[in-house]
C-alpha cells in the first residue's frame, strides 16, 4: 500500500525511520521504508544508518556517488513496490503519533498528491540559525485552509503521492539547488489534484545563515535557469512577480544601486538576533534583479 522513501545525505534518520515504523505496524497496513544515502562523507551518520536494515520492512542502501536530491528520489520511486510514496526529508519528524494514519485516510479521497505541512520548533535556536527559523515559522509553517488557496505551492519534505503521477513530473536530469518550484510547476501542468491537509512534521535540521543564504541565492539561480529555458512561467513565484513589478516602473538600475549601496546593513541584520524577512526578500530581488539585468 505505502512505500516510505527518505533521501539522505550526511543525517542520522535512524530515529525517524524507527518512528514511522512503529506507526505504520500500528496502521496495520502494507508499508515499506526505503532510505537511500547519496554518498554520504560522515561515516558516523553512515554507521547509525545501517542498522535500520535491521528493522522489519525497513531498507537502508548506500549510493557509490554522488547523484543529488532528484535522481535519489526517481531511483527510490523507481524501486519503490507500492503505488503510494510517502517523500520525507531526513531532517524531519512526524509531529503527531497518528502521523501515517492521518495519511491512510487520505488514500481513497480521489487526490494525486497531498501534503501535510511542515512546522518548527518553538524554541528559538542559536543566532547562528535564526533566519532559517524565523523564516521557516513565517513562510513554510502553514495551515491546510492557507496552503490550500494556493495548492501547486509543494513542500516536498513532506509529500504523499501517486506513484505513476511522482515519475512523470519529476523526470528532469538537472541537479541544482531549488527545483521544487519546478516539480510544482509540473503538478499543475499535469492536473493533478492536490489535497493540503493538516498533518506535518517538524523540521529539525536548521542550517547557519550563511550557508541558508547561500542557498537561498542557489535556489534563485536555479529559478533564472528554468525561466530562461522556458521551462517555467515568468509568474512561477513571487520574487519574479515582484521583479516584474518592478521592471514596469522603469526603476530597476536605481533598485539594484540603493541595494548594492545598503548590502553590508543587510547582511549585518540577517545575521543578527532579529533577522528581518523584510530585508531577506529585498536582498534576493536584488540578486534576481542582477542575473535579469546581465542576461
Given at each position: 500500500m505505502l512505500s516510505i522513501l527518505i533521501p539522505t545525505y550526511n543525517y542520522n534518520t535512524l530515529l525517524l525511520v524507527k518512528t514511522l515504523q512503529q506507526q505504520a505496524i500500528k496502521s496495520k497496513i502494507s508499508f515499506e521504508i526505503v532510505v537511500l544515502d547519496d554518498a554520504s562523507s560522515d561515516r558516523q551518520s553512515s554507521t547509525e544508518n545501517k542498522k535500520i536494515n535491521t528493522l522489519e520492512h525497513c531498507t537502508y542502501i548506500e549510493s557509490e556517488k554522488n547523484l543529488g536530491?532528484?535522481?535519489?528520489?526517481?531511483?527510490?520511486?523507481?524501486?519503490?513496490?507500492?503505488?503510494?510514496?510517502?517523500?520525507?526529508?531526513?531532517?524531519?519528524?512526524?509531529l503527531n503519533q497518528d502521523f501515517i494514519e492521518r495519511y491512510v485516510k487520505e488514500l481513497n479521497n480521489k487526490h494525486d498528491v497531498i501534503s501535510g505541512g511542515i512546522v518548527y520548533e518553538t524554541q528559538r535556536p542559536t543566532q547562528n540559525q535564526l533566519l532559517r527559523w524565523v523564516y521557516g515559522k513565517t513562510r513554510e509553517s502553514k495551515s491546510a485552509k492557507a496552503r490550500n488557496k494556493k495548492p501547486y505551492n509543494i513542500i516536498s519534505a513532506n509529500l504523499l503521492i501517486a506513484k505513476e503521477l511522482f515519475l512523470r513530473a519529476n523526470n528532469f536530469e538537472t541537479n541544482h539547488y531549488g527545483l521544487d518550484i519546478y516539480f510544482s510547476y509540473k503538478i499543475r501542468e499535469l492536473k493533478a489534484k492536490v489535497l493540503h491537509i493538516e498533518n506535518p512534521t517538524i523540521?529539525?535540521?536548521?542550517?547557519?545563515?550563511?550557508?541558508?543564504?547561500?542557498?537561498?541565492?542557489?535556489?534563485?539561480?536555479?529559478?533564472?535557469?528554468?525561466?530562461?529555458?522556458?521551462?517555467?512561467?515568468?509568474?512561477?513565484?513571487?520574487?519574479?512577480?515582484?521583479?516584474?513589478?518592478?521592471?514596469?516602473?522603469?526603476?530597476?538600475?536605481?533598485?539594484?544601486?540603493?541595494?548594492?549601496?545598503?548590502?553590508?546593513?543587510?547582511?549585518?541584520?540577517?545575521?543578527?538576533?532579529?533577522?528581518?524577512?523584510?530585508?531577506?526578500?529585498?536582498?534576493?530581488?536584488?540578486?534576481?534583479?542582477?542575473?535579469?539585468?546581465?542576461?
Open positions: 536530491r532528484t535522481a535519489t528520489r526517481n531511483i527510490l520511486a523507481n524501486k519503490a513496490k507500492f503505488n503510494w510514496l510517502l517523500f520525507l526529508d531526513a531532517d524531519v519528524i512526524p523540521h529539525l535540521g536548521l542550517e547557519s545563515t550563511t550557508i541558508f543564504i547561500e542557498k537561498s541565492l542557489r535556489a534563485i539561480q536555479t529559478t533564472y535557469t528554468l525561466e530562461k529555458d522556458n521551462k517555467i512561467d515568468i509568474s512561477s513565484r513571487a520574487l519574479q512577480i515582484k521583479y516584474k513589478q518592478l521592471n514596469s516602473t522603469g526603476a530597476t538600475k536605481l533598485f539594484i544601486f540603493m541595494c548594492n549601496g545598503f548590502e553590508s546593513i543587510f547582511l549585518k541584520n540577517l545575521k543578527s538576533r532579529h533577522p528581518s524577512i523584510f530585508l531577506f526578500d529585498l536582498y534576493k530581488l536584488c540578486f534576481y534583479c542582477k542575473l535579469k539585468k546581465n542576461a
